[in-house]
Nanobody, 122 residues
Framework: QLKLVESGGGVVQPGGSLRLSCTYS????????MTWIRQAPGKGPEWVSS?????????DYADSVKGRFIISRDNAENTLFLQMNNLKPEDTARYHC??????????????WGQGTQVTVSS
């Protein structure tokens, strides 16, 4: 059974950094594309970034986070990461890791973990 557990969220000042982690159990992690999605209060889900299973090729970043966020994975540890730098108040959201590519993950909320809250505030 698929299980995704995110961690690493918290409260940080603008300009600060956080590193989110997502541990995965179930089907072979190394064979699955993975995605980060975020949802701010009162807003719809926003795709953040996706990473390929093949050799960790980054598929893409949303323009809003490009140059500030870095997605990576450790297939040996079944873990997905999101390094978030130069955080802005508009990055405040609940961050979910999800199984699948951008198209698959954004269309199927059942593939998401419960999420971890990130709040950027002075």
């Amino acid at each position: 059974q698929l299980k995704l557990v995110e961690s690493g969220g918290g409260v940080v000042q603008p300009g600060g950094s956080l590193r989110l982690s997502c541990t995965y159990s179930g089907l072979a992690f190394s064979n699955i594309d993975m995605t980060w999605i975020r949802q701010a209060p009162g807003k719809g889900p926003e795709w953040v970034s996706s990473i390929s299973y093949r050799n960790g090729d980054v598929l893409d970043y949303a323009d809003s986070v490009k140059g500030r966020f870095i997605i990576s994975r450790d297939n040996a540890e079944n873990t997905l990461f999101l390094q978030m730098n130069n955080l802005k108040p508009e990055d405040t959201a609940r961050y979910h890791c999800a199984r699948g590519s951008r198209v698959v993950a954004t269309s199927h909320t059942e593939l998401w973990g419960q999420g971890t809250q990130v709040t950027v505030s002075s």
